[in-house]
């Protein structure tokens, strides 16, 4: 006798073959009485697997997260639902690698912020006349930040980084990098893809009030060779510190920084050099606007180097929640703040030619 089940008609379907032949004397009937009973145990035993398959999976589940309930959850309530599958979700907090409620409030705080900082440097430059043109780079940079802090908040501008591989954190699996959960943290390579953006809008921007675009054409090729210099070395300094991000092994990770510091000293010697000399040459107020964009920028851009050997892809000497927030604090005030000064900055000094004729007709 053999018995099966099989689904018909959106149900489920009891088969089962019988061969058996019973003769018509009493042990025949006694012996078909008793392969009767082994039909119905087989039905019964079938039918009633998947249900108590269901319930010992429905009670493990109650009693893991009631678990993961007294022990406190790390996860932030303001995640998706679907960010990760429960089993990954709990593999990283269990090894510290899942994203903390304190980076999610402060990368949504800089998504949200460079958004709003988008929305008021585009207005603002609309009211800049024939000068608007320097409000675009500022747009874009606010805009490209809050676009890759979105990423990161979700998850998907962060990956698990072992000593093997770099894995994208929805991708996480125990088989991927159990064995190396000693060497693992998570690493925010969309970061460097915001910077890789960002920075050189941010120069654009800054070089484009130091450097008349009007001028001969020697003045024209000494703009743009500076301009091609200055955002190719920022580029370079940017990659080059993802570079040394990415690197397991300290001596490869501290020669990539230093390669990515001597990038940025090249920078620095661009617009504290040629570029301000420039600005100094287009009179007092071009000048002093260059002079205070220059130092915002400056003092802000020191501070991701420092952290950078502080945190996590450095020496580790703060915390990730700590990084998270400096860096999320310093991007709004280098991005938002900057684009405002600006903006607020090239509209204050296109109105000097009014102030001064208003003056001369009184």
Same mark, same amino acid.
């Given at each position: 006798?053999?018995?099966?089940?099989?689904?018909?008609?959106?149900?489920?379907?009891?088969?089962?073959?019988?061969?058996?032949?019973?003769?018509?004397?009493?042990?025949?009937?006694? %012996?078909?009485?008793?392969?009767?009973?082994?039909?119905?145990?087989?039905?019964?035993?079938?039918?009633?697997?998947? !249900?108590?398959?269901?319930?010992?999976?429905?009670?493990?589940?109650?009693?893991?997260?009631?678990?993961?309930?007294?022990?406190?959850?790390?996860?932030?309530?303001?995640?998706?639902?679907?960010?990760?599958?429960?089993?990954?979700?709990?593999?990283?907090?269990?090894?510290?690698?899942?994203?903390?409620?304190?980076?999610?409030?402060?990368?949504?705080?800089?998504?949200?912020?460079?958004?709003?900082?988008?929305?008021?440097?585009?207005?603002?430059?609309?009211? +800049?006349?024939?000068?608007?043109?320097?409000?675009?780079? !500022?747009?874009?940079?606010?805009?490209?930040?809050?676009?890759?802090?979105?990423?990161?908040?979700?998850?998907?501008?962060?990956?698990?980084?072992?000593?093997?591989?770099?894995?994208?954190?929805?991708?996480?699996?125990?088989?991927?990098?159990?064995?190396?959960?000693?060497?693992?943290?998570?690493?925010?390579?969309?970061?460097?893809?915001?910077?890789?953006?960002?920075?050189?809008?941010?120069?654009?921007? +800054?070089?484009?009030?130091?450097?008349?675009?009007?001028?001969?054409?020697?003045?024209?090729?000494?703009?743009?060779?500076?301009?091609? %210099?200055?955002?190719?070395?920022?580029?370079?300094?940017?990659?080059?510190?993802?570079?040394?991000?990415?690197?397991?092994?300290?001596?490869?990770?501290?020669?990539?920084?230093?390669?990515?510091?001597?990038?940025?000293?090249?920078? +620095?010697?661009?617009?504290?050099?040629?570029?301000?000399?420039? %600005?100094?040459?287009?009179?007092?107020?071009?000048?002093?606007?260059?002079?205070?964009?220059?130092?915002?920028?400056?003092?802000?851009?020191?501070?991701?180097?420092?952290?950078?050997?502080?945190?996590?892809?450095?020496?580790?000497?703060?915390? +990730?929640?700590?990084?998270?927030?400096?860096?999320?604090?310093?991007?709004?005030?280098?991005?938002?703040?900057?684009?405002?000064?600006?903006?607020?900055?090239?509209?204050?000094?296109?109105?000097?030619?009014?102030?001064?004729?208003?003056?001369?007709?009184?």
């Amino acid at each position: 006798m053999q018995c099966a089940l099989g689904a018909q008609y959106g149900g489920t379907r009891f088969d089962y073959v019988n061969e058996f032949r019973a003769s018509l004397d009493p042990l025949g009937e006694t %012996a078909s009485d008793t392969l009767a009973r082994g039909v119905r145990g087989c039905e019964s035993r079938l039918t009633l697997m998947p !249900s108590l398959a269901s319930i010992e999976r429905e009670t493990s589940r109650s009693t893991f997260t009631a678990t993961r309930r007294q022990a406190g959850s790390r996860r932030s309530p303001i995640q998706p639902s679907n960010y990760l599958p429960e089993d990954k979700m709990n593999l990283l907090e269990a090894h510290g690698l899942a994203q903390t409620t304190s980076q999610q409030t402060w990368l949504w705080i800089g998504a949200i912020g460079m958004a709003l900082g988008a929305i008021a440097i585009g207005f603002l430059g609309r009211t +800049l006349g024939k000068h608007s043109h320097h409000a675009v780079a !500022s747009f874009f940079v606010c805009a490209i930040a809050a676009c890759l802090y979105l990423l990161m908040a979700y998850g998907q501008g962060v990956a698990v980084l072992t000593k093997h591989s770099l894995v994208p954190l929805q991708q996480f699996g125990a088989s991927t990098v159990v064995p190396t959960f000693a060497h693992a943290r998570l690493e925010y390579f969309g970061r460097y893809i915001d910077w890789a953006f960002t920075t050189p809008l941010l120069l654009l921007g +800054l070089i484009g009030i130091g450097m008349k675009a009007s001028g001969n054409a020697e003045q024209a090729r000494t703009r743009g060779g500076i301009l091609g %210099a200055a955002i190719g070395a920022d580029v370079l300094m940017i990659v080059t510190g993802l570079f040394g991000a990415l690197s397991v092994s300290s001596a490869h990770k501290y020669a990539w920084f230093a390669i990515s510091c001597v990038f940025f000293v090249v920078v +620095l010697g661009l617009i504290w050099g040629p570029v301000r000399a420039a %600005a100094a040459r287009q009179g007092a107020e071009v000048g002093a606007l260059y002079k205070r964009l220059l130092g915002i920028l400056t003092l802000l851009w020191f501070v991701y180097p420092v952290v950078w050997i502080l945190g996590s892809e450095g020496t580790a000497s703060i915390s +990730l929640n700590a990084e998270v927030t400096i860096f999320a604090i310093v991007d709004l005030t280098a991005k938002v703040g900057f684009g405002l000064a600006l903006v607020l900055g090239v509209k204050r000094y296109s109105q000097v030619p009014a102030r001064a004729m208003a003056r001369a007709v009184a």
